[in-house]
């Protein structure tokens, strides 16, 4: 079942643990790719040094501030794209990061963006509630959660540490 809006707007910790076990889901030119989120990590607010939108709205980062429920998409380094899920209401910059996919290569964010043809492009500001991108519910909850701290964030100074990674225990 694709998820509603209502998924997306709660709070952003929440939300990278929910989304543990689900099916990214893209249609693209025909084709379905389709893998369950196995890795998040969590950024929110603007007292998270880490999250692109903590020191305010900019061209780069104004999805951030939408309501949950749609892709924030980046470019790092000049060469690999971000899939990002906007979370809470709208105004607070939140957002999931999927770092993970139990699909081929597709074992870390630029590389499940690449298996799954997910460009800034293509897909930033695309509603996850329509049919080109979504996410869905398939009943998988019998899996333990791990959690640790965000992967290279080093510049976030205390927040670096905080435990907002989540992965499902292999």
Known sequence: MKLKRDFYQKPTLSA????????????????????????TEAYSGFEDLACHG????????KIMF????????????????CLNIVTEKEGK????LIRGLDYPNADGPGKLCRAFKITKQNHN??????????????????????????????YAKHCANWHWRFWIEK
């Not at 939408?66 to 794209?81: D, K, M, N, P």
């Open 16 to 39: 990278a643990r929910d989304l543990l076990g689900k099916f990214l889901v893209h249609n693209y030119r025909g084709k379905i790719y389709r893998g369950m989120i196995i890795e």
């Open 66 to 81: 939408r309501q949950g429920g749609f892709a924030y998409v980046y470019l790092i380094y000049g060469i690999y794209h």
């Open 125 to 154: 500001g695309l509603d996850l509630t329509g049919d080109k991108l979504w996410v869905e519910d398939r009943g998988f909850k019998n899996f333990k959660i791990q959690k640790g701290p965000r992967i290279g964030i080093d």
């Open 54 to 61: 903590s020191r305010g709205m900019t061209e780069r980062n």
């Open 93 to 96: 910059p939140s957002a999931v």
